[in-house]
């Protein structure tokens, strides 16, 4: 097996194949988020049906996460010199070399780009045809810096939460008021119903009374008929 550092073309390899991942920057950025819409992390044992398919994915990540891909190595076969294994990286990952260049009258060290991230990951072509995540790194020694675009989605999606809370706290009042309205109501409903008990006995009262009197009035009439 043959293993190779990324040289002149890999980086030719991986230009070329810019406009292909523009076509298919839809359904691999599907693939990169989960059902809630987080990012997926890659883990080991991840399993691709492609190179390019592994490779996508994790520029997915990376460009959400908040970081730029370097190609690392590459691992050829001595016999017909496919791919076996490919390991990608941080752009940061390694140090430059301590070139100077004249800045005045004094010679300063050119600012490196590198800082010696160790995050990145290794995809091994399997005997099933499967090329697998067999190595992951993920921490970063240095603060990732999120996209324009994804700045974009996460600033819309804190908007998306802001205004859930907002009418989550409005449906929130709405059940209180209508909570203090349905107390009301029973406690109208409640007086109501006692006015009408008493009005109800009052009227019996009444009609109890005028049937005594009608009673009194004819045993008082029938008295004074038998005494002619």
């Not at 920057?25 to 992390?41: F, M, R, T, W």
């Not at 370097?70 to 010199?81: A, F, N, P």
Request: net charge negative; glycine share 6%; with cysteine.
């Amino acid at each position: 097996m043959v293993e190779e550092t990324a040289g002149d073309s890999d980086k030719e390899d991986l230009n070329s194949r810019g406009s292909n991942e523009d076509d298919l920057a839809e359904s691999e950025e599907k693939a990169c988020l989960g059902e809630g819409g987080e990012v997926v992390e890659p883990h080991v044992g991840m399993e691709f049906d492609s190179e390019d398919d592994a490779r996508r994915f994790y520029n997915d990540y990376a460009r959400r996460v908040g970081f730029v891909v370097r190609v690392m190595q590459r691992r050829r076969s001595e016999i017909d010199g496919r791919t076996l294994a490919r390991r990608l990286g941080c752009n940061k990952q390694g140090f430059s070399p301590n070139t100077k260049g004249m800045v005045g009258p004094e010679k300063k060290p050119r600012p490196s780009a590198r800082e010696g991230c160790k995050a990145t990951i290794l995809f091994k072509l399997e005997k099933s045809g499967k090329w697998v995540v067999t190595r992951f790194a993920k921490e970063h020694n240095h603060v990732l810096v999120v996209t324009a675009q994804e700045y974009t989605n996460v600033s819309m999606q804190l908007d998306k939460d802001k205004r859930i809370q907002e009418l989550a706290r409005e449906l929130q009042r709405q059940e209180k008021l209508c909570a203090e309205y349905r107390e009301s109501l029973i406690s109208l409903l409640t007086t109501v119903e006692s006015q009408a008990d008493q009005m109800s006995s009052k009227i019996l009262a009444v009609v109890e009374s005028v049937k005594k009197a009608e009673a009194e009035a004819l045993s008082e009439a029938l008295t004074i008929g038998s005494d002619k």
